[in-house]
T-cell receptor, first 110, second 115 residues
Framework: RKEVEQDPGPFNVPEGATVAFNCTYSNSASQSFFWYRQDCRKEPKLLMSVYSSGNEDGRFTAQLNRASQYISLLIRDSKLSDSATYLCVLTGQGNTPLVFGKGTRLSVIA | EPEVTQTPSHQVTQMGQEVILRCVPISNHLYFYWYRQILGQKVEFLVSFYNNEISEKSEIFDDQFSVERPDGSNFTLKIRSTKLEDSAMYFC?????????????FGPGTRLTVL
């Protein structure tokens, strides 16, 4: 099983749609979880951290299920500017590096 | 807003040549990283650097690679003898705290092309 698995997409959705991405991870010792966003040929940028209790930031909601080793990202009311690749990222305890998934590509269409 | 900067934005080199990729992390950050992303692939960790020494490195970071923080601001990645498969985007990142707790800020990357 790959360390971090994501559906590569692409997800093509109309403006205003709600879209959900999932991610599974293999290392049960993983401690911290994040969603990063990467625009084409640009650097990854943190979108949000993911907490066990679930967290929301505007139109974005992230959930973590440790028992199933599963993370999700929900985007409501999609905007054209949401078009990007969404990277599921995790890290262990201590000064361990980030482990990236390959990403899920989203295209929001007018 | 402070940001990580990297130079050059694009480096073309011949196989077997040495290259040095340069990064200026955010000034009050203490943790520094290099990642690479081969076109169409995932971002991969190369090395982390803290307190003037390597804290962790991946299998990719073999003897051909080295890092330095020659002064208080620069953080460099050297590839001694480049191979075709070193062609990738190289990202520098920095953070002010242990990655367990917080965000790593990435630079815009250096695209390395080995011919």
């Amino acid at each position: 099983r790959k360390e971090v698995e994501q559906d590569p997409g692409p997800f093509n959705v109309p403006e205003g749609a709600t879209v959900a991405f999932n991610c599974t991870y293999s290392n049960s010792a993983s401690q911290s979880f994040f969603w990063y966003r990467q625009d084409c040929r640009k650097e990854p940028k943190l979108l949000m951290s993911v907490y066990s209790s679930g967290n929301e930031d505007g139109r974005f909601t992230a959930q973590l299920n440790r028992a199933s080793q599963y993370i999700s990202l929900l985007i409501r009311d999609s905007k054209l500017s949401d078009s990007a690749t969404y990277l599921c990222v995790l890290t262990g305890q201590g000064n361990t590096p980030l482990v990236f998934g390959k990403g899920t590509r989203l295209s929001v269409i007018a | 807003e402070p940001e990580v900067t990297q130079t050059p934005s694009h480096q073309v080199t011949q196989m077997g040549q040495e290259v040095i990729l340069r990064c200026v992390p955010i000034s009050n950050h203490l943790y520094f990283y290099w990642y690479r992303q081969i076109l169409g692939q995932k971002v991969e960790f190369l090395v982390s650097f803290y307190n003037n020494e390597i804290s962790e490195k991946s299998e990719i970071f073999d003897d051909q690679f080295s890092v330095e923080r020659p002064d208080g601001s620069n953080f460099t990645l050297k590839i001694r003898s480049t191979k075709l498969e070193d062609s990738a985007m190289y990202f520098c990142a920095s953070s002010d705290r242990d990655p367990f707790y917080g965000e790593q800020f990435f630079g815009p990357g250096t695209r390395l092309t080995v011919l």
